[in-house]
């Protein structure tokens, strides 16, 4: 008999309902036959979201959510986020005008429920999503979560390289260093904390706030309870992918892999489907060129053949992921893989070998000296500045196992600055990057980086590197039993020819737009619709659910630019058709 039902004998309670603390209990026959664990223990005093006033498509998904998961807490109030066109930040402002706008609205949130008195405040982002389960983690966390906590993150992710974290339960984490502000709670006891923080601060509001997560009792449940729905960043301009629930054994560990070029896109896509397929834990961020459908991407420049290496070269500066594997869009994961901590151990990076064992191999073989890739220039150089690198491996840098440690990003400083002298390959920069900064290098093991060209892969392979003609990836993947995965859709293809992310892309479509309405006054065609024509196109957008803020969402396009010409139209067909 446990502690309810002796409360339930005691008095006299042999069938029913007992209400406690903790929820409800059904007792029959004096014995206890459901407990409920979605039950929230207590209520927060306030729930409060921020929301643009145009965001009105935000409103109402975030609203329809929370009806369909069951919200347990009190209904949201809305606090009106101020656009960020309408404000000037101070001149110390280091990000964007809206960034600055953000920073306003979550100031304003905690300091009006401090000075109302309340105990503690649930902050959403208009743009939050809770996952599956979330009544029953929610309550568990709400219940175990330690009585001195000062914030609960219910979503968000490591923000810096050394986050603090310390095991409290099997997946609640006592934190600091943590970013991003989808959903979070501020106890009254850390609400003066946080309005001085962010009264002061210089960077935005994800920043601001995980700095003082080390001193204020700062709590978060691995995966998370919450994360961010997909779409447009009124923040940054720019589409967010999903972020992963689940970030790893630590809630940090993750796989960047970048891939650029339409030619590669079938590439990214097995080579994710794969780690997906087998990795789950893992998070997972895609640099690309463009924006893929169903991908967290960080858009970088236009860059193919040698042109990659540039950005490659750079992506331990500021890695996604304070622990992780970076991976050339031409490897397939194969099975599970152990953690980067068991992988790495004292060391800051690991990787394997190339066909080459050493850099003196390298260049002293006579079919590699007739490579277009190996330049006399860069190997005459490394030769007479850098004579140590002859006995050192020769790097596969297609697999790189990393810690995010402020001796790594330095690494990636000087690697990136050995390539630029030449702008070739990677890999002997990379060489030169070692002896100059002494950086820690762990040998992987064949398993976690074999190089295969055709044929099946060696038994126990985990991560295969398929080298060749990229156009017979499909054959390896059949050779190895493996379903091949259709390339994904550029993200919401549309009238522009898909949305461009890049300032020279944003250009290039201004460019367009303006080149062909001169065209059209030059030969005597309509430029501009009537403000009744205009009045109907606005409405029509307004009304559009995909519609983001200032943008259209199916085709990128500026709606206060296209709305007015008669030359443009809705490339969903919901504009009145205009004579020109």
Request: charged share 25%; net charge neutral.
């Amino acid at each position: 008999m446990n502690a309810l039902e002796r409360i339930a004998a005691k008095i006299g309670i042999q069938s029913g309902r007992i209400r406690t603390s903790e929820g409800d209990v059904r007792v029959e026959n004096g014995v206890i036959v459901e407990e409920r664990t979605d039950r929230v223990p207590w209520q927060f005093a306030r729930v409060v979201v921020i929301n643009r006033p145009d965001r009105r498509d935000r409103r109402e998904a975030l609203e329809t959510h929370l009806r369909e998961i069951g919200w347990p807490f009190a209904t949201p109030l809305w606090h009106a986020a101020t656009p960020g066109e309408d404000l000037t930040p101070p001149v110390f402002w280091n990000s964007t005008r809206n960034t600055w706008a953000n920073l306003q609205s979550h100031l304003q949130v905690i300091r009006e429920a401090y000075e109302a008195g309340d105990e503690s405040v649930l902050v959403m982002e208009d743009d939050c999503l809770y996952l599956p389960g979330f009544l029953e983690r929610v309550s568990r966390f709400m219940r175990e979560a330690p009585d001195d906590w000062g914030m609960l993150m219910l979503g968000g992710r490591a923000g810096v390289a050394d986050p603090q974290i310390a095991k409290v339960t099997s997946d609640i984490w006592r934190i600091g260093g943590w970013n991003n502000l989808e959903s979070y709670a501020v106890h009254r006891r850390a609400m003066a904390k946080v309005i001085d923080t962010l009264a002061t601060a210089t960077e935005h509001s994800d920043v601001a706030l995980h700095r003082i997560q080390f001193d204020a009792p700062t709590y978060h449940m691995n995966p998370p309870i919450a994360t961010q729905r997909a779409g447009m960043s009124d923040n940054f301009g720019h589409y967010k992918g999903h972020r992963q629930g689940r970030l790893g054994v630590w809630g940090t560990e993750g796989a960047m892999i970048l891939s650029t070029g339409e030619n590669r896109r079938h590439l990214l896509a097995n080579s994710t489907a794969s780690l997906r397929r087998n990795n789950p834990q893992l998070g997972l961020k895609v640099l690309s060129d463009r924006v893929w459908v169903g991908y967290d991407c960080e858009v970088v420049e236009d860059a193919t053949g040698f042109g990659s290496r540039s950005v490659k070269t750079q992506m331990l500066c500021a890695p996604a992921f304070p622990s992780g594997i970076m991976l050339d869009d031409d490897t397939v994961t194969l099975g599970p893989l152990p953690s980067v901590a068991s992988v790495l151990g004292d060391c800051e990076l690991a990787l394997a070998p190339d066909r080459f064992q050493s850099i003196r191999a390298l260049f002293t073989d006579r079919s590699a000296a007739t490579e277009s890739w190996l330049g006399v220039e860069e190997r005459e150089f490394t030769l007479g500045a850098f004579p140590d690198a002859m006995d050192m491996p020769h790097w596969n840098t297609g697999v790189i196992f990393y810690r995010d440690t402020p001796s790594v990003r330095e690494f990636s400083k000087v690697w990136h600055e050995e390539w630029m002298r030449f702008g070739r390959i990677d890999q002997i920069a990379f060489v030169r990057a070692v002896i100059r900064t002494g950086i820690r290098i762990a040998a992987l093991p064949p398993h976690l980086h074999q190089i295969c060209s055709d044929g099946a892969a060696p038994r126990g392979t985990l991560i295969a590197h398929v080298i060749g003609p990229k156009w017979e990836l499909p054959k390896w993947l059949d050779a190895n039993r493996l379903p091949i995965v259709q390339p994904p859709a550029e993200v919401r293809e549309g009238c522009c020819g898909g949305r461009k992310r890049t300032l020279a892309g944003m250009a290039s479509d201004l460019g367009k737009t303006i080149g062909g309405a001169v065209s059209d006054a030059l030969r005597g065609r309509r430029v501009k619709i009537s403000e009744a024509e205009l009045q109907a196109r606005r409405s029509a957008c307004m009304d559009c659910d995909r519609r983001e803020g200032n943008r259209c969402g199916e085709c990128g396009c500026f709606l206060s630019l296209a709305q007015p010409l008669a030359r443009k139209q809705c490339p969903l067909g919901k504009w009145p058709v205009s004579s020109r």
